[in-house]
């Protein structure tokens, strides 16, 4: 008879024969793995990057937006640990791609903190919103920036992801890539970037704020070229 530690051991490490026979056994693919934090069978094969157990339990009607006790969907582990195969089932599944946890963490942010840029890609392309904030406001360049995670600034950037975006403390990506206290040997390299988009940015505006001078400007010329016309038709 299957055990539940055998099931959560077959979930973990992606023993797709025991994870089978657990839910022939009865065992409910629902059922909580670890009780103080919340954990689904599920969970624990998208944390593990296991893709055919994962379809598995979905197959055995597993909840595939069943939330752990800090509101983290198999989705959001999937995300961190970055397994393309997984996240693709579970997006082709219907997973909630905005899903957020109690942090209001989505999955896109899971992925930026873990540095995994094909699983950034992935989401983003099935409709993670690089603008959505978490309970600091902060966007998952945020979180890119503070774990100084280069792969996952990169693709950020690349979806249009705003350099200049200030969390509620007023703090830029950039800010936060110069400053935490998160050791990291990519330090460098996610600064330059941020500043690099930063300084683009900046450009950006400045040239659009040129653009609306002259149209301003041109307007205006044209209101007083216009000006004694209007004067000889009053007269």
């Given amino acids: ?10 979930c973990m490490e992606g023993d797709v024969v025991l994870a089978r026979a657990a839910l ?45 006790k800090q509101g983290n969907t198999a989705l959001h582990a999937a995300a961190c640990n970055g397994d393309a195969a997984a996240i693709s089932t579970l997006l082709s599944s219907r997973a909630d791609v905005a899903a957020a946890d109690s942090n209001r963490w989505t999955v896109l942010h899971a992925a930026a903190c873990c540095g995994h840029r094909a699983a950034i890609a992935a989401l983003i392309e099935a409709g993670a919103d690089v603008r959505a904030r978490d309970i600091q406001e902060g966007t998952p360049l945020h979180v890119a920036g503070h774990y100084r995670q280069p792969a996952s600034i990169r693709a950020l ?4 992801a705003d350099p200049a975006a200030k969390n509620n403390e007023d703090k830029t990506p950039l800010f936060l890539a110069r400053f935490s206290d998160v050791p990291s040997e990519h330090e460098d390299a996610s600064v330059a ?17 040129q653009r609306l001078e002259e149209k301003k400007r041109s307007q205006e010329r044209g209101w007083l070229r216009s000006l004694p016309a209007l004067i000889c038709c009053r007269d």
């Avoid at 970037?193 to 704020?209: C, S, V």
Wanted: glycine share 10%; no cysteine.
């Fill in 1 to 10: 008879m299957a055990s539940l530690d055998g099931f959560i051991k077959a």
């Fill in 24 to 68: 022939e056994a009865g065992l409910s693919p629902n059922l909580e793995a670890d009780v103080e934090y919340g954990t689904k069978p599920l969970h624990w094969a998208a944390d593990n990057g296991h893709a055919t157990v994962i379809g598995l339990l979905i197959e055995g009607r597993a909840d595939i937006h069943a939330v752990d």
């Fill in 157 to 160: 950037l690349e979806a249009k």
């Fill in 193 to 209: 970037l941020l500043e690099e988009a930063q300084a683009a940015a900046r450009q950006k505006l400045a040239a659009l704020g």
